[in-house]
């Protein structure tokens, strides 16, 4: 797991950092849940998260994280340890990923908002145009703060 600030030259940052972050900080969170065989993760990637508009109002209003759904890598998320649970020969998914899709059938790519508590607002399994996720993230933050200006509404 990152937590990446999107910005032209990313600073990543270890799952430890972020999860240190999360708990200090109050913005909303969204995750990012990707596998490194869907070509539709690499779509999304290569396309909604390389927009200009979308990645500034990420980094002023939320916190991105990348989730891999096969990491197996143990990841600390809001003070609790996740780990890779196997499946069957050779697959698996990490116990993050399936909290965060609801431990129900997963579908990628996959996108979790959360609450500045952390608690979950809703999800969505599909692949989402950079113009669609900037008008669900400004509903979001009108949602969520009602009083920082959006961009253009000054």
Same mark, same amino acid.
């Given at each position: ?83 890779? #649970?196997?499946?069957? +020969? ?9 909290? $965060?899709? @609801? *431990? ?30 900037? #008008?669900?993230?400004? +509903? ?9 200006? $959006?961009? @253009? *509404?000054?």
């Amino acid at each position: 797991m990152l937590l990446i600030p999107l910005q032209p030259a990313a600073q990543l940052r270890t799952p430890e950092k972020a999860d240190s972050v999360l708990q200090r900080q109050s913005k909303p969170v969204v995750i990012f849940v990707y596998t490194d065989w869907c070509r539709y993760c690499r779509l999304m990637e290569e396309t909604t998260f390389k927009d200009p508009d979308l990645i500034a109002f990420l980094h002023r209003y939320f916190y991105f994280l990348k989730v891999n759904a096969e990491e197996k890598r143990p990841i600390r998320f809001m003070g609790r340890m996740y780990y890779y #649970r196997p499946t069957g +020969a050779g697959t698996g998914i990490h116990e993050l990923a399936a909290f $965060l899709l @609801g *431990n129900k059938p997963a579908g990628y790519p996959a996108l979790v908002f959360l609450s500045p508590g952390a608690n979950l607002l809703f999800r969505v399994n599909t692949v989402i145009t950079p113009e669609d996720l900037l #008008r669900l993230l400004a +509903a979001i933050h009108k949602t969520e703060n009602q009083s920082q200006p $959006l961009p @253009g *509404n000054r």
